[in-house]
C-alpha cells in the first residue's frame, strides 16, 4: 500500500468525508467514479493491476491482482476501515454454446463475485453502521445471446448482493448492484468479445461513465439509505 497519500481514521471525523475502496480504479468505470468521489470530498483507496493516472492529495493507490482471490484478506487487513466498498472492476469474454472456453468462465467468475465476495468478507466486519457496498453488473444478467458465461456471473452478483442486503440491513450498511447497458469504456473494443458485439442503446449512444459514476455516487450517499438490494439499470432504453 502506499502510505505516501494514506488517508488516517482522523480524517473521518466530518460527516460527509468517508473513506471508499474502488476496485477498478486504473480505467472505465472505475476510474471515473473514482474520480467523482474525490470531487465530493471523499477519501479514495483505488485496487488495480496497474497505477491509475489520478493525482489527489485524497487517493491511495493499492497495486492489486483481485484474480488472486486468496491474496485479498491480506491486503483488506492493510486498508482499515473503510466506510464504503465499490467493486467495478471486470471483463467480459463472449462465446457461443459448442465454442465455451471453461477457464474464460471461471475467469469471469474469480473477478467479478469471488474478488467481490472475499473483499466484502474481509471489510464488512469492520465497517461502520450506514456504509455501503455498490457493486457493478450488467444488462446482460437478464441475459444475452453469446454472453451466458458472463450474464451467469453477473446474474450471481445480483442473488449475493441481495443476500448482503438482507444480512447487513440491521447495521444500516446498504448493498445495491448497478447494471449499465453498453458504457463507453475500452471494454466496447476489447478483442475478448468478438463474437457478441455491442448493442447501441435505443437513446441513439452509449451510456456514459460519469452516468454510472454519478449514480453510484448517490448510492453511497445518506440520502440513498432506504434503498437496499437492489438492480438499477442504466440502460439508455435497452432494457425496454
Keep these: 500500500m502506499d502510505n505516501a497519500t494514506s488517508p488516517t481514521i482522523d480524517t473521518l471525523a466530518g460527516a460527509t468525508n468517508k473513506r471508499m475502496v474502488v476496485t477498478g480504479a486504473s480505467s472505465g468505470i ?3 467514479i473514482a474520480k467523482q468521489l474525490l470531487a465530493q470530498g471523499h477519501d479514495v483507496i483505488g485496487l488495480s493491476r496497474s497505477a491509475p493516472d489520478l493525482d489527489h492529495p485524497r487517493f491511495t493507490w493499492c497495486t492489486a491482482d483481485l484474480d488472486d482471490t486468496a491474496a485479498i484478506a491480506g491486503l483488506a487487513q492493510q486498508l482499515g ?6 467493486h467495478a472492476a471486470g471483463f467480459m469474454k463472449t462465446a457461443r454454446l459448442g465454442e465455451l472456453d471453461e477457464a474464460s468462465g471461471e475467469a469471469m467468475w474469480r473477478l467479478h463475485v469471488a474478488a467481490a465476495s472475499a473483499l466484502a468478507n474481509a471489510l464488512v466486519p469492520a465497517m461502520r453502521e450506514g456504509a455501503r457496498i455498490v457493486l457493478i453488473g450488467s ?16 446474474a450471481a452478483m445480483v442473488g449475493m448482493a441481495r443476500s448482503w442486503a438482507i444480512e447487513l ?13 453498453a458504457t463507453a469504456t475500452p471494454m ?47 440502460c439508455g432504453g435497452s432494457s425496454l
Design 139 to 154: 444488462r446482460v444478467s437478464a441475459g444475452a445471446a453469446g454472453r451466458s458465461q458472463y450474464a451467469a456471473v453477473k
Design 30 to 32: 472505475g476510474y471515473a
Design 188 to 234: 466496447l473494443s476489447d478483442p475478448q468479445r468478438t463474437s457478441s458485439a455491442p448493442v447501441m442503446p435505443p437513446i441513439g449512444r452509449y451510456v456514459s461513465v460519469e452516468e454510472v459514476a454519478s449514480m453510484v455516487a448517490y448510492l453511497l450517499g445518506p440520502q440513498a439509505g432506504a434503498i437496499t438490494g437492489q438492480q438499477i439499470m442504466i
Design 169 to 181: 440491513a440491521p447495521r444500516g450498511i446498504t448493498v445495491n448492484v448497478v447494471s449499465p447497458a
Design 81 to 86: 476501515t473503510v466506510d464504503g466498498l465499490v
